[in-house]
């Protein structure tokens, strides 16, 4: 369900939803650089790089596409705010305002799903 934002607003939440996007690819990325360096340091070899490339492109990229182009912007943001991609500082006062009700809601979720978590380790002991 869209969510309705004054224009200010709006901007504000494209601008951040491209940050998320930008750092949380850029933090796969750099997994995957580790692993040129192992192949420029002769630890693999180029096809389980090519192998690791391939993997990548058809795994965790296409699964941030997927969600980065898909998901509305207020959500991206809230994903990046509940994964400490950006701070609180960041969004602003104005941006948090608006989204609070969705922010409250995934943090709603967040503690359920460790509730249950907690309640499924102890059953299992």
């Known amino acids: 369900m869209r969510r309705q934002y004054s224009k200010p607003i709006r901007k504000k939440l494209q601008r951040l ?19 040129f360096d192992e192949w420029q340091a002769g630890e693999i070899d180029c096809f389980e790089l090519s192998d ?54 995934y943090e709603q979720d967040e503690r359920l799903e460790a509730q249950e978590r907690l309640e499924l380790e102890k059953a299992e002991d």
């Open 52 to 105: 690791l490339i391939h993997e990548f492109h058809d795994g965790v990229s296409r699964k941030l596409w997927k969600f980065y182009n898909r998901a509305d912007p207020d959500t991206i943001v809230v994903h990046g705010l509940m994964d400490k991609i950006i701070s609180r500082e960041e969004a602003g006062d104005d941006v948090l305002e608006q989204i609070r009700p969705l922010l409250e809601r």
């Open 17 to 35: 939803s491209s940050v998320v996007y930008q750092r949380d690819l850029d933090s796969e990325l750099a997994k995957l650089n580790v692993r």
